[in-house]
């Protein structure tokens, strides 16, 4: 718990076997707290004189998180890593990756974990969407080390014909990403189109 330096009085703070002698830091007891700095500046010029230094500590983050899954784990964290793949990205980002280090020894339904698991990634274009992550996100345990990579699935690239004003008419959910083609009659004396008179087609560039 202890460090004691006695020094000969009358040497200077900026000896050098004095400031060879001179904590960096100190430990807490559990992976819940780090070292701060000392209750008070250690001097660095001027004589020695008696002075007790006490740590201070402050709350470990629960979560950090990150876009490089190539940078050093934290001390006391747990890497847990999300892939969106060559080209696409996350969290609605221009990152492919998501890194979230949890201090080790939270659960994966702590609040602040759950917060930062992104729902889904972004594919490269409109060809595909987001299907799954490749593995369950777990809800119950200690957060592990583990990858998590999207899996995505083909978007259609013509929806149709439908009846755009059926609800229930199989038009995609997005149709921001499909270019709307319906057919009208020029005149309906003559001949009507039917009901399902629109096809989408899926925006490419």
């Not at 703070?13 to 780090?34: F, H, L, R």
């Not at 470990?60 to 793949?85: C, I, N």
């Not at 992104?118 to 987001?130: C, G, I, L």
């Amino acid at each position: 718990r202890y460090k004691v330096i006695d020094v000969l009085t009358g040497t200077a703070w900026d000896n050098s076997a004095v400031k060879g002698q001179i904590p960096a830091s100190a430990t807490y007891k559990d992976n819940t707290k780090e070292f701060d700095k000392w209750s008070e500046t250690v001097p660095i010029t001027g004589i020695v004189k008696a002075k007790t230094f006490t740590a201070n500590y402050k709350v470990k983050e629960l979560v950090k998180t990150g876009t490089d899954p190539s940078a050093q784990v934290p001390d006391g964290y747990t890497r847990v890593t999300f892939d969106a793949g060559e080209g696409n990205t996350i969290d609605r980002t221009n990152n492919r990756y998501k890194v979230i280090d949890v201090l080790t020894g939270t659960a994966w339904d702590n609040s602040a974990v759950k917060g930062q698991i992104p729902a889904s990634a972004t594919y490269k274009d409109n060809t595909k969407e987001f299907k799954e992550w490749d593995s369950t996100v777990p809800d119950t345990g200690e957060v592990e080390e583990q990858d998590f990579t999207a899996v995505y699935k083909v978007v259609p690239a013509v929806v149709g014909p439908v009846d755009p004003t059926d609800p229930n008419g199989g038009k995609p959910a997005d149709t921001s990403k499909y270019w709307t083609v319906t057919f009208k009659s020029e005149d309906e004396t003559k001949g009507t189109v039917d009901a399902k008179n629109t096809v989408y087609v899926l925006k490419t560039e």
